[in-house]
């Protein structure tokens, strides 16, 4: 029983820890790098209209907020997790893969950054973050 609570622990943890560093990371970056002079993003319908006025130096915070996000959710379960912990820290990984892959599908980005996106900011990201916590497991 122990073990069942510790394991939802991390994962629930995961999960909140990893949203709240994308989300932390996404409003840093509209503060750093502002979107083009007169794009509303105050919507989706306006943010899909201006997605062609975007520049790569605009999509550098959202890979972040994608890729660190997932890195904190999958260390956090990874380290609190009693058993399976790198079945733990995937399952944070196919979660914000899942988010990832509906924001493709809702807000039409460039091709190179969906293809960047999806490869590399999700399931490479839980995976290091399970090898952050168990340096030295084989696995």
């Known amino acids: 029983m122990?073990?069942?609570?510790?394991?939802s622990i991390a994962i629930l943890g995961g999960l909140v820890l990893g949203s709240?560093?994308?989300?932390?990371?996404?409003s840093l970056g509209a503060e750093l790098i502002p979107p083009p002079a007169g794009v509303d993003v105050s919507s989706m319908?306006?943010?899909?209209?201006?997605?062609?006025l975007f520049m790569p130096k605009h999509f550098v915070f959202p890979f972040l907020a994608h890729s660190l996000g997932t890195l904190a959710g999958?260390?956090?379960?990874?380290?609190v997790a009693a058993?399976?912990?790198l079945i733990i820290a995937f399952?944070?990984?196919?979660?914000?893969?899942?988010g990832g892959i509906a924001m493709v599908f809702s807000l039409p980005s460039p091709i190179w950054f969906n293809?960047?996106?999806?490869?590399?900011?999700?399931?490479?990201?839980?995976?290091?973050?399970y090898k952050f916590v168990n340096r030295n497991d084989a696995h």
């Open 74 to 79: 999958a260390v956090f379960a990874a380290k």
């Open 115 to 129: 293809s960047l996106d999806l490869i590399v900011a999700y399931l490479p990201m839980a995976y290091l973050g």
């Open 83 to 85: 058993t399976h912990k």
């Open 91 to 98: 399952v944070i990984g196919l979660a914000f893969l899942t």
């Open 20 to 26: 709240v560093v994308n989300m932390g990371l996404i």
């Open 2 to 7: 122990k073990y069942i609570m510790l394991n």
């Open 45 to 52: 319908e306006a943010l899909e209209k201006a997605m062609p």
